[in-house]
């Protein structure tokens, strides 16, 4: 493993099993204060990445209760005290709660929540600094699930207005290696994502609802 990330900033993307789901610890490197997102299936090898590089992880998040996110939280508290939040708790040490627009100090960073609905009614992403942690909001040519129009509709609003107006140079840690690159940035998204090159939600949902024989005609995995 190494450093992803800007000087004094340290993103680390982890492979932690499940459905190719990611997990990721965040962290001033000056200041050795870290935060981790979707702690899933294998929480001690965040644990011991923080020990090994002299971290102290103060948050856990999760980017939705989706069992697949969440599973590793009863051990990460185990294993670093701290308790995972989620959209609309209230973090222990700051008594911050987790809602669109909060905004909690990392060292010299800001943890900054983004609510997007859509996947699920509480997703969210986690801004620090260019990095991006898009759960199942977004992936690298793909974007989160939904199982109604009405879900979807909000999932495009997210993304269009709470995503797509970030600085092209932001960079996408998303919650599973679903594309065909592990990283991406706004910019390339906005250029090639096939859903959110669609004019308008009318044809952002007709991709949804024909992503299978659109994949195969495309040869996407």
């Not at 989706?66 to 939040?85: I, Q």
């Not at 990392?106 to 996947?119: A, K, M, Q, S």
């Amino acid at each position: 493993m190494q450093k992803n990330g800007r000087a004094g900033m340290i993103v680390e993307q982890f492979e932690t099993g499940g459905d190719r789901n990611f997990a990721y610890l965040c962290a001033d490197e000056k200041w050795k204060i870290a935060m981790v997102v979707d702690p899933s299936y294998d929480p001690d090898a965040l644990a011991l990445y923080a020990e090994d590089w002299g971290l102290k992880i103060q948050y856990v998040f999760n980017t939705h209760r989706h069992d697949d996110h969440t599973n590793g939280n009863e051990r990460m508290r185990k294993l670093t005290g701290r308790h995972a939040v989620a959209y609309g708790d209230v973090e222990d040490i700051t008594q911050t709660k987790i809602l669109h627009g909060s905004r909690l100090p990392l060292g010299d960073y800001e943890v900054e929540v983004i609510h997007t609905p859509g996947h699920t009614e509480d997703s969210i992403c986690l801004r620090v600094d260019d990095a991006l942690f898009t759960g199942d909001t977004l992936f690298v040519g793909k974007v989160g699930g939904t199982t109604t129009e009405a879900q979807a509709r909000e999932e495009y609003e997210s993304l269009h207005q709470q995503l797509m107006v970030l600085p092209d140079t932001v960079r996408i840690f998303p919650g599973h290696d679903f594309g065909v690159e592990r990283t991406s940035t706004i910019g390339r998204e906005k250029e090639t994502n096939p859903f959110l090159l669609r004019a308008d939600f009318d044809a952002f949902f007709e991709l949804k609802q024909t992503w299978l024989e659109y994949k195969k005609r495309h040869g996407i995995a």
